[in-house]
């Protein structure tokens, strides 16, 4: 049984595309590596304002829908500062 679609924009539709992203960057032969593309991916192309969504409805309801890489991604992109994420692509905000 497949799980039903979260609705666009909505916080468990952030969750879907992280694990999506995570799913992607799986491949890669080193976990490391694997995790520091995921943190780029979200750090280059979401808005702060979906990051901050997504951060604020794992506060809420926990991390357990979230696939370990990119819980993994997320805890890197807390340690580093803004000056060195990757600067936003321009593009709307699809949170």
């Known amino acids: 049984m497949q799980a039903t ?8 539709h952030l969750v879907q595309m992280a694990n ?4 992607f960057f799986r491949s890669e032969p080193e976990r490391k590596n694997g995790i520091a593309g995921i943190a780029n991916h979200i750090a280059k192309f979401w808005t702060p304002r ?4 997504l ?3 794992l506060k809420q ?4 829908e979230l696939d370990e890489l990119p819980r993994e991604a997320l ?3 807390a340690t580093q500062s ?3 994420r990757p600067r936003e692509a321009p593009g709307g905000d699809a949170g």
């Open 75 to 77: 805890k890197l992109l």
């Open 20 to 23: 999506d992203i995570g799913n």
């Open 5 to 12: 679609p979260a609705p666009h924009g909505s916080a468990e």
């Open 55 to 57: 951060l604020d409805h």
């Open 82 to 84: 803004p000056a060195s």
């Open 50 to 53: 979906m990051r901050q969504k």
């Open 61 to 64: 309801h926990g991390e357990s």
